[in-house]
């Protein structure tokens, strides 16, 4: 509870980006979290940093980057890049009881992930439209 007071303390009225799965990133400075949200934070005003929820920091890193490239016409091109190691999560959910997802006996070598997406965005009057690839 006092951890989502001290959240709420810094909550602001400003306008933000909310969606992740966009070709728009945040201002150089600026930050997001949301509850179920990745921490996000704005390292220049064209490219963006983000990792899973701070909750999860520990057993799923992941590090996302978002990078906003050029305008073609009115549609806007960004890419993204994550890497993640979800080997530690894995390994806590294969136990017996209550939270174990996987069998207790599996085995979870060490496994690195990726992806990488293209978006293709273009604002609308009811919002954006968003157009990706990407291969995982």
């Known amino acids: 509870m006092m951890i989502l007071w001290s959240l709420l303390s810094f909550a602001s009225a400003e306008p933000t980006q909310f969606t992740t799965n966009s070709t728009t990133t945040l201002d150089k400075g600026d930050w997001s979290i949301g509850l179920f949200a990745p921490l996000r934070y704005g390292l220049s005003d ?9 909750g999860y920091v520990l057993t799923a ?6 990078i906003q ?4 016409g009115a549609w806007s091109v960004a890419s993204r890049h994550q890497m993640g190691y979800p080997t530690p999560m894995l390994r806590q959910l294969a136990r017996g009881g209550i939270g174990g997802i996987l069998a207790p006996d599996s085995i979870i070598p060490h496994t690195i992930v990726s992806k990488n997406d293209l978006y293709l965005g273009q604002s609308l009057d009811a919002g954006e439209l968003t157009l990706s690839v990407g291969v995982a």
């Open 69 to 72: 490239h050029a305008e073609l």
């Open 61 to 66: 890193p992941h590090l996302r980057m978002t």
């Open 46 to 54: 064209k490219i963006e940093l983000s990792v899973v929820h701070p």
